[in-house]
Structure formats: C-alpha cells, structure tokens
C-alpha cells in the first residue's frame, strides 16, 4: 500500500460512521478492483484504511459511507500507534475479496435470511448453492459459505406440531422429498447427511463456513449422528433407532459435546444444545458482551469481534444461543450473556479451515415469527449484531499468517 500521497479512512467508530454495514460492502468493492486495504483492528472501531483515488471516494459517496482523508505522514503516524506494542492493535492486510457462496433452497427469498439480507444491503455479490451444488463439489469454487437456517437432521425444522396442516409445510417437505429422491436417496435425513459432510470436508480442506440459528446445531446433530436414525416416522417414514442417544458420537461433531436430542417430534426444540426455553431474561436487559483479545497475537478472534460497542442486542431464533455446558473446550466463545453464561458467537478451528456459529434469526428482530415481514436495514444501518456477519464475510480476505498461539 506504498505509493499513495493520500489514503482513504473509512472509520467504523459509532461517533463518525453513518453507514458501518455499507462500509464493509465498500472494503469488499476496493478489494474487487485488485487494490489492497488494511483492517485496522480496534483502531477507531475497526476501521478500513484504502488507497486514495477518486473513483473510491465518489463510490463512498454514492453508498452514503463516511470517510476521511489522510495524508501520507498522518497515515504513517496511525500505523506507527497501531504497531506499538503498548497499543491493542493490529493492521491486517486483506487482500482479495473472497468468492461467496449461501446454501438456502432456490425459492428464498433474500429477506428470509439475515445474511442474505445483509449481503444485499451492503451490495456484496453471492452465489445460492444448494444440495445438488454441494454434493457435485461446487463448494471447491468459494472462499466462504454460509448456512441458511437449514434442518440438516431431516425432521423439517421440527415444525411438525405448529405446522403439520400448512399449505408451506406439506409443500416443502415434498418438495425436499422429491430433491433427495432425484438425488439418488431414499431419505431426506440420508441426503442432508450427505451433504453435511460435504460441508465438513470443505472446511476440513480450508474453507470457511459461518452459520446462523438452527444450521448451527443441527449440522453438528447431523454430524454427531451419523449411521443413526434419529427421525420419528412422521418425518421418514419408519421408527428410529432404539436407545439412538447411546449410539450419537460427539467426536464427529464440530462445536458441540454431550447434548442431548430431543424426542418428541411435537416439541419445537432439536436438542439440549439451545437456550431458547431455558432462558428468562427480560427483553429490556438481552444483551451478550464481545470478548476482548490480543489483536497482535490474536487476529482471527479479534476480526471477527470488531464493532463500535462491546455489548450488543439479544435476538431469538429457532437455535436462539448454546448452552456453555455443550460447546467443546476448543471452541472459542466470543460472545456470551453476562446474564445466564450462554454462549451467543462462537468460533472454532477444524482441519485447515475455519467455523463460525451464531445464535438467533435476525439481529434486528427481536423474536422473528414464520411469514414476519422482511427487516428492512436502511433502518438500522449501524447494527452492532450485523456487524458480526460481515467481519466474517471480510475474514477469509485476510493474508494468512502463522497463529502464534
């Protein structure tokens, strides 16, 4: 990033950012034309640092992104604070925009979807993958995938009591039924395994996956109970596996340990995994804190904890937040509520690549319900949750460095 007699400062502090989630579509933008920017971590917010040209400063504009200009010897003396050992910061180069990939069915729409709808706002590009695109290798083809909320176990999102008689319902699970007969299996539960795995050795392999409310545990169910019937039989057809809670392998699975699965098909719950009925806190103090780390020796958590505040909004979803007692001792938790200890944002490592899981449906909507109207994020364009998705979305930009840890 030598050469310039200016740069470009995109500041992600609450007191100067009108538009922090477009600031990231900007950062992607820059990164698109072959220019290189540097994340400044915990500098002002985690704020951006660009070359100076016209064609960007008029882009910021149009996107309604506040930045700054700073001379070369300014710029200088910013990067000298952050490089100060006393100072916990960090200047990561990014250095390409990562190809994106969003696992979610055809029809959706990208409201359905906080990621989707955040992706659109901030106007960075994605590619819909699906079964069919997964299990033909299509995945090799992207930097990053994200999980729709997606039932990976076959049990149609366990909707079966509320939902059985729905005109949506009966339609999506022919729907599912037909896809996995075309793709050459006689279960839906046996097709979603199959493509969980998939998943798996993608990120095995190096790729990074980030998921959000009911994807995060019934992906590591889907894992965990490989070989195993756990499907009742309004959900396949025949009974499951007697005594199946013996016979599920927590070593399969990526961030969760000892939960236990729940039977009845009339309750709206996958397993012990989720908060959701086992909270009781009041809407008025549901918040979870971002953990502090070294942004020098710890850039990877420390990325993907950038915002403007360390205390961000509570938000429900059908995998609402995981219980600390199921999240494995190698899994970072990143964000938790100082209230009951459960675990909100949490990442971990497996093989070469990299997992993010993230409780709840929509940072914005408190207790989002099935047919709710879409979020509509010109409202909220500061939103500290939906900050979290696109330090994610940035993540696999960054230039890859040996951990020091």
């Given at each position: 990033m030598q050469g310039f007699a200016s740069y470009i400062l995109v500041p992600m502090d609450a007191e100067t950012q009108q538009e922090h989630l477009k600031a990231y579509g900007i950062t992607y933008w820059v990164l698109e034309k072959?220019?290189?920017?540097?994340?400044?971590?915990?500098?002002?917010?985690?704020?951006?640092?660009?070359?100076?040209?016209?064609?960007?400063?008029?882009?910021?504009?149009?996107?309604?992104?506040?930045?700054?200009?700073?001379?070369?010897?300014?710029?200088?003396?910013?990067?000298?604070?952050?490089?100060?050992?006393s100072r916990n910061m960090s200047a990561v180069l990014l250095e390409k925009a990562p190809r994106i990939a969003?696992?979610?069915?055809?029809?959706?729409?990208?409201?359905d979807d906080a990621v989707t709808l955040v992706l659109t706002y901030a106007e960075i590009p994605y590619d819909i993958v699906y079964d069919q695109?997964?299990?033909?290798?299509?995945?090799?083809?992207?930097?990053?995938?994200?999980?729709?909320?997606e039932d990976f176990t076959g049990q149609y999102g366990k909707f079966y009591r509320a939902y059985r008689t729905a005109p949506w319902y009966i339609e999506e699970k022919q729907k599912a039924e037909a896809l996995a007969s075309s793709l050459g299996f006689n279960k839906v539960s046996e097709a979603k395994l199959a493509v969980?795995?998939?998943?798996?050795?993608?990120?095995?392999?190096?790729?990074?996956?980030?998921?959000?409310?009911?994807?995060?545990d019934s992906f590591d169910i889907a894992l965990a109970a490989e070989g195993v019937d756990i499907c009742e039989p309004m959900f396949d057809g025949d009974p499951s596996d007697s005594n199946y809670q013996n016979k599920i392998d927590f070593n399969k699975s990526f961030a969760f340990k000892d939960f236990l699965l729940e039977r009845d098909p009339m309750v709206y719950e996958f397993s012990s995994i989720d908060m959701t009925a086992k909270r009781s806190i009041k809407k008025e103090v549901d918040y979870f804190s971002l953990m502090d780390y070294s942004a020098k020796w710890d850039p990877i958590p420390t990325m993907l904890v950038q915002n403007h505040t360390s205390l961000v909004k509570g938000f429900f979803g059908q995998t609402t937040s995981f219980d600390p007692r199921s999240v494995k001792s190698n899994v970072l938790v990143m964000g938790e509520s100082d209230l009951n200890g459960e675990a909100k944002y949490i990442h971990g490592i497996k093989g070469?690549?990299?997992f993010t899981f993230y409780g709840g449906h929509d940072p914005e909507d408190y207790q989002h319900r099935v047919g709710d109207s879409p979020t509509e994020l010109a409202l909220h364009p500061?939103?500290?949750?939906?900050?979290?998705?696109?330090?994610?979305?940035?993540?696999?930009a960054a230039e890859k460095k040996k951990q020091k840890t």
């Open positions: 072959q220019q290189k920017v540097q994340w400044l971590l915990n500098y002002r917010g985690g704020s951006f640092l660009m070359p100076d040209t016209e064609e960007i400063r008029k882009e910021c504009q149009i996107r309604g992104v506040s930045f700054e200009i700073l001379s070369n010897s300014k710029t200088e003396q910013i990067l000298s604070e952050i490089e100060s050992p969003v696992y979610s069915p055809k029809g959706n729409l990208p409201w695109e997964v299990l033909e290798d299509q995945l090799l083809l992207y930097d990053w995938l994200h999980l729709h909320h969980a795995l998939k998943i798996r050795d993608y990120v095995v392999g190096g790729g990074f996956m980030f998921a959000m409310c009911s994807a995060t070469k690549g990299f500061n939103s500290p949750g939906y900050r979290l998705i696109l330090n994610n979305v940035l993540f696999p």
